[in-house]
């Protein structure tokens, strides 16, 4: 067995820019269509928001506020803006552009990026997030989790696999590229049902993807089964592992912008594991260059 080689997104950007590209996450103020169902039982009512973000401040200013620190801190030169927070294409397209051509202002911003749900979309919103690709690196990332309905019914996702087939058809008519969130270790699924979704992603030749473990946040659905025993939770090797063979049911060009993801130190509840996210990292890099088998 030969390791697996990763395309990183930083390393991709920095290719592409001549310099290390830094990502700021915006909370743009959106709801999202699946909260008066209940809700992602994952999810909180931050709407996976950024520690940083401050969401009562205006997109603008808080653009400003986290470019000024990390051109202080980090003597960080281009961006992408990251609309992060809840569903960011949960509003007409006339409103839509009103709040991403508050990103036209930064000469310093390279790209955009889209967080959002693909039962959320449709041709009118698509055509208004491609005419940013002239002057921006645009993506759109779709939050699917499993590709098993039986798993999206669980977590009470509010939508199909069907839903995100539908939009990834229709996203690729506009030429915009994908990134697929996924979620390893949900409920009742085994090693096949995770490497099932992986290999329906590469089928589907999805440009890029952000894995998680998961994990129980306070004020989320999950809290009080995991309170109650009835929630099992990855343990970091087997996370490792299960994100290795993952990676390795991917084709090789395929653009891995997240290989781990955890809560605020707030938030966060359980695995204490993911909060140390440059030790899973160096983990799971090391364990896909092996070539020891698993």
């Known amino acids: 067995m030969t390791g697996y080689t990763m395309l990183l997104y930083n390393d991709y950007l920095k290719t592409k820019y001549g310099c290390k590209v830094y990502k700021i996450a915006l909370d743009a103020g959106f709801s999202c269509p699946n909260i008066n169902s209940g809700g992602c039982i994952y999810c909180n009512s931050k709407g996976s928001r950024a520690s940083y973000i401050d969401p009562y401040l205006p997109i ?3 653009l400003e506020t986290r470019i000024k620190y ?5 003597n960080a030169k281009k961006f992408i803006a990251y609309f992060q927070a809840h569903t960011n294409t949960y ?3 006339y409103k839509l552009k009103t709040i991403y051509d508050q990103v036209t202002g930064f000469d310093e911003i390279v790209g955009m990026s889209i967080g959002t749900r693909p039962d959320t979309i449709d041709r009118e919103k698509l055509k208004l997030i491609a005419s940013y690709k002239d002057r921006y690196e645009v993506w759109l990332e779709y939050g699917l989790q499993s590709i098993h309905d039986k798993t999206l019914k ?3 996702r509010g939508h199909t696999f069907d839903d995100f087939l539908k939009a990834v058809k229709l996203t690729k008519e506009f030429r915009i590229p994908i990134c697929a969130h996924v979620i390893l270790g949900l409920p009742g699924e085994r090693m096949e ?8 992603l590469a089928e589907l030749k999805i440009e890029g993807i952000k894995i998680h473990p998961l994990h129980i946040l306070k004020g989320s659905g999950l809290e009080e089964l995991y309170g109650k025993g009835k929630i099992a939770l990855l343990e970091q090797d087997e996370f490792v592992k299960l994100s290795r063979e993952f990676l390795n049911n991917l084709p090789p060009d395929i653009i891995v912008q997240r290989l781990t993801g955890q809560g605020s130190k707030d938030d966060h509840i359980a695995p204490l594991w993911a909060l140390d996210k440059t030790g899973t990292i160096d983990k799971i890099t090391k364990a896909i260059s092996s070539s020891r088998p698993l």
């Open 60 to 62: 603008q200013k808080q």
């Open 70 to 74: 990390l051109e202080e801190t980090k």
């Open 91 to 93: 509003a007409p397209a």
């Open 154 to 156: 669980l977590i009470n």
């Open 193 to 200: 049902d995770m490497m099932a979704t992986a290999k329906m």
